[in-house]
Protein backbone atom coordinates (compact mmCIF):
# COMPACT_ATOMS: atom_id res chain seq x y z
CA UNK A 1 0.00 0.00 0.00
CA UNK A 2 1.29 3.14 -1.18
CA UNK A 3 2.51 5.52 1.81
CA UNK A 4 0.85 8.60 0.34
CA UNK A 5 -1.96 9.55 -1.62
CA UNK A 6 -1.71 12.39 -4.66
CA UNK A 7 -1.97 15.54 -2.65
CA UNK A 8 -5.11 17.47 -3.16
CA UNK A 9 -3.86 20.18 -1.20
CA UNK A 10 -1.10 22.57 -1.63
CA UNK A 11 1.32 25.31 0.53
CA UNK A 12 0.96 25.30 3.96
CA UNK A 13 -2.32 23.05 4.37
CA UNK A 14 -0.12 20.44 2.51
CA UNK A 15 2.71 20.84 5.05
CA UNK A 16 -0.05 21.09 7.84
CA UNK A 17 -1.29 17.65 7.10
CA UNK A 18 1.07 14.96 8.46
CA UNK A 19 -0.64 12.06 6.51
CA UNK A 20 0.91 13.93 3.25
CA UNK A 21 3.81 16.48 4.83
CA UNK A 22 6.83 15.35 3.14
CA UNK A 23 8.61 17.83 4.74
CA UNK A 24 12.77 18.51 2.46
CA UNK A 25 11.52 15.05 0.88
CA UNK A 26 9.34 16.92 -1.62
CA UNK A 27 11.08 16.92 -5.09
CA UNK A 28 11.84 20.15 -6.73
CA UNK A 29 8.72 19.79 -9.38
CA UNK A 30 6.89 18.53 -6.21
CA UNK A 31 7.57 21.84 -5.49
CA UNK A 32 6.79 24.06 -7.86
CA UNK A 33 3.59 22.18 -9.05
CA UNK A 34 2.02 22.36 -4.86
CA UNK A 35 3.57 25.74 -4.37
CA UNK A 36 6.28 24.74 -1.65
CA UNK A 37 9.20 27.07 -2.86
CA UNK A 38 9.88 29.41 0.06
CA UNK A 39 7.73 27.50 2.87
CA UNK A 40 10.61 24.55 2.96
CA UNK A 41 14.40 24.86 3.01
CA UNK A 42 16.25 24.77 -0.39
CA UNK A 43 18.04 21.07 0.89
CA UNK A 44 16.37 17.96 -0.83
CA UNK A 45 16.47 15.10 1.15
CA UNK A 46 15.73 11.42 1.13
CA UNK A 47 13.41 10.10 4.22
CA UNK A 48 16.80 8.32 5.42
CA UNK A 49 18.60 11.36 5.79
CA UNK A 50 15.67 12.86 7.49
CA UNK A 51 15.27 10.20 10.25
CA UNK A 52 19.16 10.11 10.80
CA UNK A 53 18.25 13.50 12.00
CA UNK A 54 15.96 13.10 14.10
CA UNK A 55 17.71 9.71 15.82
CA UNK A 56 20.63 11.75 16.59
CA UNK A 57 18.47 14.23 18.38
CA UNK A 58 16.54 11.73 20.29
CA UNK A 59 20.24 10.22 21.12
CA UNK A 60 21.32 13.81 22.20
CA UNK A 61 18.48 14.17 24.70
CA UNK A 62 18.70 13.65 28.40
CA UNK A 63 15.46 12.40 29.71
CA UNK A 64 13.06 9.96 28.21
CA UNK A 65 10.24 12.45 28.37
CA UNK A 66 11.94 15.13 26.15
CA UNK A 67 12.43 11.99 23.89
CA UNK A 68 8.59 11.07 23.68
CA UNK A 69 7.32 14.63 23.56
CA UNK A 70 10.13 14.67 20.16
CA UNK A 71 9.01 11.49 18.57
CA UNK A 72 5.31 12.60 19.01
CA UNK A 73 5.95 16.17 17.45
CA UNK A 74 7.57 14.17 14.06
CA UNK A 75 4.46 11.96 14.59
CA UNK A 76 1.88 14.82 14.28
CA UNK A 77 3.96 16.91 11.32
CA UNK A 78 4.98 13.33 9.20
CA UNK A 79 3.35 10.43 10.08
CA UNK A 80 5.63 8.41 7.13
CA UNK A 81 9.01 9.54 8.71
CA UNK A 82 7.39 8.97 12.59
CA UNK A 83 6.70 5.76 11.29
CA UNK A 84 10.20 4.62 8.86
CA UNK A 85 12.19 6.06 12.03
CA UNK A 86 10.03 3.52 14.86
CA UNK A 87 10.37 0.70 12.36
CA UNK A 88 13.97 1.04 11.29
CA UNK A 89 15.26 1.78 15.35
CA UNK A 90 12.81 -0.25 17.34
CA UNK A 91 15.05 -0.83 20.29
CA UNK A 92 15.48 2.75 20.53
CA UNK A 93 11.98 4.28 20.31
CA UNK A 94 10.30 0.95 21.45
CA UNK A 95 10.59 1.82 25.37
CA UNK A 96 9.90 5.97 24.31
CA UNK A 97 6.38 5.42 22.34
CA UNK A 98 5.29 2.32 24.63
CA UNK A 99 6.19 1.12 28.10
CA UNK A 100 8.07 2.84 30.22
CA UNK A 101 8.18 6.22 28.84
CA UNK A 102 4.57 6.41 27.53
CA UNK A 103 3.45 6.17 31.10
CA UNK A 104 5.29 9.01 31.87
CA UNK A 105 3.30 10.54 28.39
CA UNK A 106 0.04 9.84 29.96
CA UNK A 107 1.00 11.51 33.56
CA UNK A 108 2.58 14.52 32.15
CA UNK A 109 -0.42 14.42 28.93
CA UNK A 110 -1.94 18.05 29.93
CA UNK A 111 1.59 19.27 30.29
CA UNK A 112 2.68 18.42 27.08
CA UNK A 113 -0.56 18.99 24.71
CA UNK A 114 -0.14 20.38 21.43
CA UNK A 115 -2.06 19.33 18.60
CA UNK A 116 -5.31 16.85 18.69
CA UNK A 117 -5.38 13.38 17.86
CA UNK A 118 -7.79 10.94 18.27
CA UNK A 119 -11.17 11.50 19.85
CA UNK A 120 -12.50 12.80 23.65
CA UNK A 121 -15.46 11.65 24.04
CA UNK A 122 -16.78 13.16 27.05
CA UNK A 123 -19.73 12.24 29.57
CA UNK A 124 -20.70 15.59 28.91
CA UNK A 125 -20.73 15.71 25.16
CA UNK A 126 -22.90 11.73 25.45
CA UNK A 127 -25.32 13.34 23.42
CA UNK A 128 -22.77 14.52 20.43
CA UNK A 129 -21.09 10.83 20.13
CA UNK A 130 -22.83 9.76 17.08
CA UNK A 131 -22.19 13.11 15.16
CA UNK A 132 -18.58 12.91 16.07
CA UNK A 133 -18.05 9.72 14.96
CA UNK A 134 -19.71 10.31 11.40
CA UNK A 135 -17.13 12.77 10.54
CA UNK A 136 -16.17 11.41 7.06
CA UNK A 137 -12.22 11.43 8.38
CA UNK A 138 -13.01 8.42 9.94
CA UNK A 139 -14.16 6.64 7.09
CA UNK A 140 -11.48 4.55 7.03
CA UNK A 141 -11.29 3.55 10.21
CA UNK A 142 -10.20 -0.50 10.74
CA UNK A 143 -8.68 -0.36 14.41
CA UNK A 144 -10.07 1.14 17.45
CA UNK A 145 -8.01 1.74 20.57
CA UNK A 146 -10.26 2.66 23.24
CA UNK A 147 -9.45 3.71 27.13
CA UNK A 148 -11.05 5.40 30.07
CA UNK A 149 -7.69 6.19 31.68
CA UNK A 150 -8.79 4.51 34.85
CA UNK A 151 -5.92 1.92 35.08
CA UNK A 152 -3.27 3.26 33.11
CA UNK A 153 -0.35 0.80 33.36
CA UNK A 154 0.55 0.59 37.39
CA UNK A 155 0.01 4.28 37.63
CA UNK A 156 -3.81 4.31 38.41
CA UNK A 157 -6.25 6.95 37.01
CA UNK A 158 -4.88 9.52 34.72
CA UNK A 159 -8.02 11.00 33.58
CA UNK A 160 -7.69 12.33 29.89
CA UNK A 161 -4.22 11.91 30.19
CA UNK A 162 -5.04 8.03 29.45
CA UNK A 163 -5.34 9.15 25.98
CA UNK A 164 -1.35 8.68 25.50
CA UNK A 165 -2.10 4.57 25.81
CA UNK A 166 -4.35 5.06 22.78
CA UNK A 167 -2.14 6.78 21.06
CA UNK A 168 0.52 4.54 21.87
CA UNK A 169 -1.07 1.27 21.58
CA UNK A 170 -2.36 2.27 17.72
CA UNK A 171 1.35 3.52 16.84
CA UNK A 172 2.09 -0.27 17.81
CA UNK A 173 -0.08 -1.41 14.87
CA UNK A 174 1.00 0.17 12.45
CA UNK A 175 4.92 -0.01 13.32
CA UNK A 176 5.13 -3.95 14.09
CA UNK A 177 2.13 -5.18 12.11
CA UNK A 178 1.40 -3.02 9.09
CA UNK A 179 -1.45 -1.17 9.24
CA UNK A 180 -1.68 1.83 7.67
CA UNK A 181 -2.60 4.80 10.23
CA UNK A 182 -5.36 6.29 8.87
CA UNK A 183 -7.08 2.97 9.67
CA UNK A 184 -6.49 3.68 13.12
CA UNK A 185 -8.82 5.73 15.82
CA UNK A 186 -7.62 6.43 19.32
CA UNK A 187 -10.16 7.00 21.64
CA UNK A 188 -10.15 8.30 25.43
CA UNK A 189 -13.82 8.04 27.18
CA UNK A 190 -13.51 10.82 29.54
CA UNK A 191 -15.58 9.78 32.30
CA UNK A 192 -13.66 12.02 34.44
CA UNK A 193 -11.23 11.19 37.25
CA UNK A 194 -10.75 10.35 41.05
CA UNK A 195 -7.25 11.84 40.77
CA UNK A 196 -7.19 15.21 42.73
CA UNK A 197 -3.89 16.17 41.76
CA UNK A 198 -5.53 16.14 38.27
CA UNK A 199 -8.53 17.88 39.65
CA UNK A 200 -6.39 20.36 41.05
CA UNK A 201 -3.22 21.09 38.14
CA UNK A 202 -4.93 24.28 36.73
CA UNK A 203 -3.77 22.91 33.01
CA UNK A 204 -5.84 19.60 33.23
CA UNK A 205 -7.59 19.29 29.72
CA UNK A 206 -10.32 16.95 30.84
CA UNK A 207 -13.35 16.97 32.31
CA UNK A 208 -13.12 18.56 35.71
CA UNK A 209 -15.67 15.63 37.60
CA UNK A 210 -15.36 12.87 39.60
CA UNK A 211 -15.38 9.70 38.07
CA UNK A 212 -19.36 8.69 36.85
CA UNK A 213 -19.82 4.76 38.24
CA UNK A 214 -22.68 2.45 38.33
CA UNK A 215 -25.85 2.86 35.98
CA UNK A 216 -24.09 5.93 34.31
CA UNK A 217 -20.83 4.82 33.50
CA UNK A 218 -22.38 1.51 32.02
CA UNK A 219 -25.16 3.67 29.94
CA UNK A 220 -22.62 5.63 28.71
CA UNK A 221 -20.64 2.42 27.76
CA UNK A 222 -23.86 1.33 26.19
CA UNK A 223 -24.59 4.52 23.98
CA UNK A 224 -20.41 4.41 23.25
CA UNK A 225 -20.63 0.68 21.65
CA UNK A 226 -24.00 1.38 20.24
CA UNK A 227 -22.36 4.58 18.11
CA UNK A 228 -19.08 2.60 17.13
CA UNK A 229 -21.38 -0.56 15.81
CA UNK A 230 -23.41 1.76 13.86
CA UNK A 231 -20.98 4.06 12.42
CA UNK A 232 -18.04 1.06 11.91
CA UNK A 233 -19.80 -2.27 12.07
CA UNK A 234 -16.48 -4.02 10.98
CA UNK A 235 -14.17 -2.81 13.07
CA UNK A 236 -11.99 -4.52 15.75
CA UNK A 237 -12.33 -2.81 18.67
CA UNK A 238 -9.41 -3.15 21.76
CA UNK A 239 -10.37 -1.98 25.38
CA UNK A 240 -7.35 -0.59 27.23
CA UNK A 241 -6.52 0.54 30.62
CA UNK A 242 -9.68 0.11 32.11
CA UNK A 243 -10.14 -0.62 35.96
CA UNK A 244 -10.38 -4.06 37.40
CA UNK A 245 -14.14 -3.87 38.29
CA UNK A 246 -14.85 -2.66 34.81
CA UNK A 247 -12.46 -4.62 32.42
CA UNK A 248 -13.96 -7.95 32.28
CA UNK A 249 -17.48 -7.35 32.69
CA UNK A 250 -17.43 -4.73 29.45
CA UNK A 251 -15.05 -7.82 27.35
CA UNK A 252 -17.92 -10.33 28.47
CA UNK A 253 -20.93 -8.04 27.84
CA UNK A 254 -19.54 -6.66 24.51
CA UNK A 255 -16.97 -9.12 22.62
CA UNK A 256 -20.12 -10.99 20.69
CA UNK A 257 -21.96 -7.63 20.11
CA UNK A 258 -18.47 -6.26 18.60
CA UNK A 259 -15.68 -7.54 17.27
CA UNK A 260 -13.52 -6.21 20.04
CA UNK A 261 -10.84 -7.79 22.61
CA UNK A 262 -9.01 -6.43 25.77
CA UNK A 263 -5.30 -6.42 25.84
CA UNK A 264 -4.37 -6.58 29.23
CA UNK A 265 -6.93 -9.26 29.74
CA UNK A 266 -6.11 -11.70 26.73
CA UNK A 267 -3.00 -10.17 24.88
CA UNK A 268 -1.11 -9.59 28.20
CA UNK A 269 -1.97 -13.91 28.98
CA UNK A 270 -1.18 -14.65 25.12
CA UNK A 271 2.53 -13.41 25.39
CA UNK A 272 2.73 -14.93 29.17
CA UNK A 273 1.97 -18.21 27.81
CA UNK A 274 4.10 -18.46 24.79
CA UNK A 275 6.99 -17.63 26.72
CA UNK A 276 6.01 -20.39 29.38
CA UNK A 277 5.86 -22.47 27.26
CA UNK A 278 8.96 -21.72 25.59
CA UNK A 279 10.41 -21.91 28.80
CA UNK A 280 8.87 -25.48 29.39
CA UNK A 281 10.19 -26.73 26.28
CA UNK A 282 13.78 -26.03 27.81
CA UNK A 283 13.66 -27.70 30.82
CA UNK A 284 12.23 -30.50 28.96
CA UNK A 285 9.11 -30.69 31.27
CA UNK A 286 5.53 -30.41 30.39
CA UNK A 287 3.29 -27.08 31.59
CA UNK A 288 0.72 -29.55 33.66
CA UNK A 289 3.42 -30.46 35.82
CA UNK A 290 4.10 -26.55 36.61
CA UNK A 291 2.93 -25.21 40.10
CA UNK A 292 1.86 -21.81 39.00
CA UNK A 293 1.96 -18.33 41.78
CA UNK A 294 0.34 -15.15 40.13
CA UNK A 295 1.13 -11.90 42.20
CA UNK A 296 -1.70 -9.65 41.17
CA UNK A 297 -5.62 -11.18 40.99
CA UNK A 298 -6.93 -8.33 39.17
CA UNK A 299 -7.97 -8.74 35.05
CA UNK A 300 -4.24 -9.36 33.66
CA UNK A 301 -3.77 -11.93 36.50
CA UNK A 302 -6.32 -13.66 36.74
CA UNK A 303 -6.47 -13.83 32.59
CA UNK A 304 -2.86 -15.11 31.86
CA UNK A 305 -4.38 -17.90 34.65
CA UNK A 306 -7.24 -18.40 32.28
CA UNK A 307 -5.21 -19.06 29.53
CA UNK A 308 -2.71 -21.01 30.63
CA UNK A 309 -5.50 -23.46 32.62
CA UNK A 310 -7.07 -23.36 29.03
CA UNK A 311 -3.06 -24.89 27.76
CA UNK A 312 -3.63 -27.25 30.43
CA UNK A 313 -6.48 -28.40 30.00
CA UNK A 314 -5.62 -29.24 26.00
CA UNK A 315 -2.67 -31.69 27.31
CA UNK A 316 -5.34 -33.88 29.47
CA UNK A 317 -6.00 -31.98 32.65
CA UNK A 318 -9.31 -31.93 34.04
CA UNK A 319 -10.46 -28.60 34.76
CA UNK A 320 -10.14 -29.45 38.40
CA UNK A 321 -6.66 -31.00 37.97
CA UNK A 322 -5.59 -27.50 36.16
CA UNK A 323 -6.68 -25.16 38.63
CA UNK A 324 -5.31 -27.04 41.69
CA UNK A 325 -1.53 -25.90 39.31
CA UNK A 326 -2.54 -22.32 40.56
CA UNK A 327 -2.36 -20.32 43.55
CA UNK A 328 -3.72 -16.73 43.11
CA UNK A 329 -2.61 -14.00 45.74
CA UNK A 330 -3.83 -10.12 45.87
CA UNK A 331 -3.24 -7.29 48.58
CA UNK A 332 -5.58 -9.61 51.09
CA UNK A 333 -3.06 -12.30 50.35
CA UNK A 334 -3.89 -16.04 48.91
CA UNK A 335 -8.13 -16.28 47.18
CA UNK A 336 -9.91 -18.12 49.16
CA UNK A 337 -13.07 -19.34 49.02
CA UNK A 338 -14.45 -17.62 52.02
CA UNK A 339 -13.37 -14.00 50.30
CA UNK A 340 -15.73 -11.37 48.58
CA UNK A 341 -14.24 -12.01 45.24
CA UNK A 342 -15.38 -10.89 41.40
CA UNK A 343 -16.40 -13.62 39.72
CA UNK A 344 -13.68 -13.39 37.23
CA UNK A 345 -11.32 -14.06 40.19
CA UNK A 346 -13.41 -17.11 41.67
CA UNK A 347 -12.54 -19.95 40.02
CA UNK A 348 -9.31 -19.56 41.65
CA UNK A 349 -9.93 -19.68 44.81
CA UNK A 350 -8.46 -22.22 47.31
CA UNK A 351 -10.28 -24.08 49.96
CA UNK A 352 -9.55 -23.64 53.52
CA UNK A 353 -9.28 -27.31 53.78
CA UNK A 354 -6.87 -27.32 51.08
CA UNK A 355 -4.54 -25.41 52.93
CA UNK A 356 -5.04 -26.46 56.68
CA UNK A 357 -1.75 -28.21 57.15
CA UNK A 358 -0.02 -25.29 55.45
CA UNK A 359 2.64 -23.61 57.79
CA UNK A 360 1.55 -20.11 58.39
CA UNK A 361 3.10 -17.15 59.87
CA UNK A 362 -0.04 -15.15 60.07
CA UNK A 363 -3.29 -16.67 60.80
CA UNK A 364 -5.11 -13.69 58.88
CA UNK A 365 -3.86 -14.17 56.47
CA UNK A 366 -1.85 -16.33 53.67
CA UNK A 367 0.78 -13.94 52.48
CA UNK A 368 3.20 -14.49 49.04
CA UNK A 369 5.90 -15.72 51.58
CA UNK A 370 3.59 -18.39 53.25
CA UNK A 371 2.47 -20.00 49.59
CA UNK A 372 6.07 -20.00 48.46
CA UNK A 373 7.24 -21.92 51.41
CA UNK A 374 3.96 -24.53 51.19
CA UNK A 375 3.31 -25.18 47.23
CA UNK A 376 7.15 -24.94 46.17
CA UNK A 377 6.16 -23.57 42.77
CA UNK A 378 7.66 -23.83 39.37
CA UNK A 379 6.48 -20.59 38.15
CA UNK A 380 6.35 -16.91 39.64
CA UNK A 381 4.72 -14.45 38.14
CA UNK A 382 4.06 -10.83 38.86
CA UNK A 383 1.15 -8.29 37.76
CA UNK A 384 0.62 -6.77 41.18
CA UNK A 385 1.98 -3.13 40.61
CA UNK A 386 3.99 -3.63 43.49
CA UNK A 387 7.64 -2.96 43.42
CA UNK A 388 10.16 -5.43 45.14
CA UNK A 389 7.50 -7.71 46.11
CA UNK A 390 9.90 -10.57 44.96
CA UNK A 391 12.14 -10.46 47.81
CA UNK A 392 15.49 -11.65 47.80
CA UNK A 393 13.95 -14.12 50.75
CA UNK A 394 11.23 -15.40 48.46
CA UNK A 395 13.14 -15.73 45.84
CA UNK A 396 15.67 -18.13 47.53
CA UNK A 397 12.80 -20.01 48.65
CA UNK A 398 11.74 -21.03 45.49
CA UNK A 399 14.86 -21.61 44.07
CA UNK A 400 15.72 -24.26 46.79
CA UNK A 401 12.84 -26.54 45.56
CA UNK A 402 13.15 -26.17 41.42
CA UNK A 403 15.77 -26.28 39.62
CA UNK A 404 15.36 -23.92 37.19
CA UNK A 405 12.55 -21.80 38.31
CA UNK A 406 10.52 -19.12 35.74
CA UNK A 407 10.18 -15.89 37.49
CA UNK A 408 7.89 -12.78 35.23
CA UNK A 409 7.83 -9.72 37.43
CA UNK A 410 5.14 -8.21 34.17
CA UNK A 411 4.58 -5.06 36.26
CA UNK A 412 5.06 -1.59 33.98
CA UNK A 413 6.53 0.61 34.26
CA UNK A 414 9.72 -0.31 35.01
CA UNK A 415 9.20 1.64 38.96
CA UNK A 416 6.67 -1.05 39.61
CA UNK A 417 8.31 -4.10 38.64
CA UNK A 418 8.06 -6.86 41.10
CA UNK A 419 11.96 -7.38 41.02
CA UNK A 420 15.36 -6.56 39.08
CA UNK A 421 16.21 -8.95 36.51
CA UNK A 422 20.01 -8.35 38.17
CA UNK A 423 18.78 -9.36 41.24
CA UNK A 424 16.59 -12.23 40.23
CA UNK A 425 19.70 -13.72 38.16
CA UNK A 426 22.31 -13.17 41.57
CA UNK A 427 19.57 -14.82 44.09
CA UNK A 428 18.63 -17.81 41.72
CA UNK A 429 22.57 -17.87 40.77
CA UNK A 430 21.92 -17.62 36.99
CA UNK A 431 19.69 -20.53 37.10
CA UNK A 432 16.36 -18.60 36.82
CA UNK A 433 14.24 -17.75 33.14
CA UNK A 434 13.78 -14.22 33.45
CA UNK A 435 10.61 -12.19 31.16
CA UNK A 436 9.90 -8.33 32.56
CA UNK A 437 6.92 -6.48 31.55
CA UNK A 438 9.28 -3.59 31.11
CA UNK A 439 12.33 -3.48 29.04
CA UNK A 440 16.11 -3.87 30.98
CA UNK A 441 19.53 -3.60 30.34
CA UNK A 442 21.07 -7.22 29.62
CA UNK A 443 23.20 -8.20 32.70
CA UNK A 444 26.73 -9.50 33.57
CA UNK A 445 27.85 -11.50 36.18
CA UNK A 446 31.30 -13.15 36.49
CA UNK A 447 31.46 -14.21 32.84
CA UNK A 448 28.13 -15.08 32.27
CA UNK A 449 25.76 -12.25 29.97
CA UNK A 450 21.97 -12.47 30.10
CA UNK A 451 20.41 -10.73 27.94
CA UNK A 452 16.59 -9.80 29.41
CA UNK A 453 13.81 -11.02 27.70
CA UNK A 454 10.60 -8.45 27.46
CA UNK A 455 7.45 -10.17 27.65
CA UNK A 456 5.89 -7.81 25.57
CA UNK A 457 2.36 -7.05 24.33
CA UNK A 458 3.60 -5.96 21.43
CA UNK A 459 4.22 -9.09 19.85
CA UNK A 460 0.76 -10.22 20.04
CA UNK A 461 -1.82 -7.63 19.61
CA UNK A 462 -0.58 -5.92 16.61
CA UNK A 463 -0.11 -9.37 14.74
CA UNK A 464 -3.70 -10.26 15.85
CA UNK A 465 -5.21 -7.67 14.44
CA UNK A 466 -3.46 -7.50 11.33
CA UNK A 467 -5.53 -10.83 11.02
CA UNK A 468 -8.53 -9.85 11.71
CA UNK A 469 -8.81 -6.80 9.84
CA UNK A 470 -7.09 -8.68 6.68
CA UNK A 471 -10.20 -11.54 6.62
CA UNK A 472 -12.92 -9.14 8.46
CA UNK A 473 -13.23 -12.00 11.23
CA UNK A 474 -16.37 -10.83 13.19
CA UNK A 475 -15.28 -12.31 16.73
CA UNK A 476 -12.41 -12.40 18.39
CA UNK A 477 -12.23 -15.94 19.84
CA UNK A 478 -10.00 -17.32 22.84
CA UNK A 479 -8.79 -19.47 19.95
CA UNK A 480 -7.19 -16.79 17.91
CA UNK A 481 -5.28 -15.76 20.95
CA UNK A 482 -3.62 -19.60 21.57
CA UNK A 483 -2.67 -19.08 17.85
CA UNK A 484 -1.05 -16.30 18.66
CA UNK A 485 0.54 -17.46 21.41
CA UNK A 486 1.09 -20.78 19.74
CA UNK A 487 3.11 -19.04 16.90
CA UNK A 488 5.44 -17.32 19.03
CA UNK A 489 6.41 -19.88 20.91
CA UNK A 490 7.42 -21.74 17.32
CA UNK A 491 9.52 -18.65 16.59
CA UNK A 492 11.25 -19.02 19.93
CA UNK A 493 15.53 -18.71 19.90
CA UNK A 494 15.34 -21.36 22.52
CA UNK A 495 13.41 -23.78 20.16
CA UNK A 496 17.33 -24.09 18.40
CA UNK A 497 19.40 -23.33 21.01
CA UNK A 498 18.63 -23.83 24.96
CA UNK A 499 20.81 -20.84 26.01
CA UNK A 500 19.03 -18.33 23.62
CA UNK A 501 16.64 -15.84 24.66
CA UNK A 502 12.79 -17.34 25.19
CA UNK A 503 11.09 -14.48 22.65
CA UNK A 504 12.62 -13.90 18.94
CA UNK A 505 14.62 -10.39 18.80
CA UNK A 506 11.68 -7.25 18.86
CA UNK A 507 13.61 -6.11 16.05
CA UNK A 508 11.97 -9.10 14.25
CA UNK A 509 8.82 -8.00 14.78
CA UNK A 510 6.85 -6.80 11.93
CA UNK A 511 7.85 -10.30 10.24
CA UNK A 512 6.91 -12.24 13.87
CA UNK A 513 3.35 -10.10 13.06
CA UNK A 514 2.61 -11.44 9.69
CA UNK A 515 3.20 -14.82 10.69
CA UNK A 516 1.20 -14.39 13.62
CA UNK A 517 -1.66 -12.67 11.30
CA UNK A 518 -1.58 -15.50 9.06
CA UNK A 519 -2.47 -17.96 11.86
CA UNK A 520 -4.80 -16.21 13.79
CA UNK A 521 -6.60 -15.45 10.34
CA UNK A 522 -6.45 -18.97 9.78
CA UNK A 523 -7.87 -19.87 12.85
CA UNK A 524 -10.91 -17.13 11.84
CA UNK A 525 -11.84 -19.37 9.08
CA UNK A 526 -11.41 -22.45 10.47
CA UNK A 527 -13.77 -21.34 12.98
CA UNK A 528 -15.91 -19.90 10.89
CA UNK A 529 -15.76 -16.33 12.01
CA UNK A 530 -14.71 -15.06 8.43
CA UNK A 531 -15.46 -15.54 5.10
CA UNK A 532 -14.07 -19.55 3.62
CA UNK A 533 -10.86 -18.63 1.89
CA UNK A 534 -7.89 -20.89 1.25
CA UNK A 535 -4.39 -20.01 2.51
CA UNK A 536 -3.10 -18.23 -0.43
CA UNK A 537 -5.70 -15.66 -0.55
CA UNK A 538 -5.49 -15.11 3.71
CA UNK A 539 -1.45 -14.50 2.53
CA UNK A 540 -2.95 -11.86 -0.16
CA UNK A 541 -5.14 -9.81 1.67
CA UNK A 542 -2.53 -9.62 4.44
CA UNK A 543 0.02 -8.50 1.99
CA UNK A 544 -2.62 -6.27 0.42
CA UNK A 545 -2.99 -4.22 3.70
CA UNK A 546 0.40 -4.17 4.90
CA UNK A 547 1.80 -0.57 4.62
CA UNK A 548 5.16 -0.64 4.69
CA UNK A 549 6.23 3.70 5.60
CA UNK A 550 8.30 5.12 2.14
CA UNK A 551 7.79 7.92 0.23
Same mark, same amino acid.
Given at each position: ?????????K??????????N???????????DL???????VA?????????? =???????????????????????????????I????????? *?I??? *????????????????????F???????????????????N??V?????????????????????????????????????P?????IL???????????N??????????????Q???D??????????????? =?????????????????????????????????????????????I???????????? =? &? &????????G??????????????????????????????????????????????????????W??????? &?????????????????????????????????????E???????????????????????????????????????V??????????????????P?????I???????????????A????????????????????????I??????I???????????K???????????????????????
Open positions: MSSKKTPQKGLDLLDDPFLKGTAFTEQERTNLHGLLPQETIQEQASR =VVDRIKNLSSNLEKYVTLREIQNTNETLFYFVTNHLSLTL *PIYT *PTVGEGCVHFSHIYTRPRGLLSYSNKDKIQRILDNPQFDTSIVVSDGERILGLGDQGAGGMGISIGKLSLYTACAGIHQKTLPLDTGTDNQTLLDPQYIGWRHPRIRNEYDFIEHFVSAVKKRFPK =VLLQWEDFAQQNASRILEKYRNKLCSFNDDIQGTAAIVTSALLSAKVTKSSLKNQKI =V &V &VGGGSAGCISQMILKKMMQEGLSQKEALEKFFVIDRNGLFLNNMDLLPFQKPFTKTLESIALTLENKTI &VSLKDTIKNVHPTVLIGVSGQPGIFTEEIIKEMAKHVRPIILPLSNPTSKAEATPENLIRWTHGKAFIGTGSPFPDVQGNQHFKIDQINNSYIFGLGLGIAVEASFVSDEMFMAATTLTNLSPSKQDPKRNLLPSLEKREISLEAFAVAQCAVKQLAQNLSDDEIRKKIKHIFWTPQY
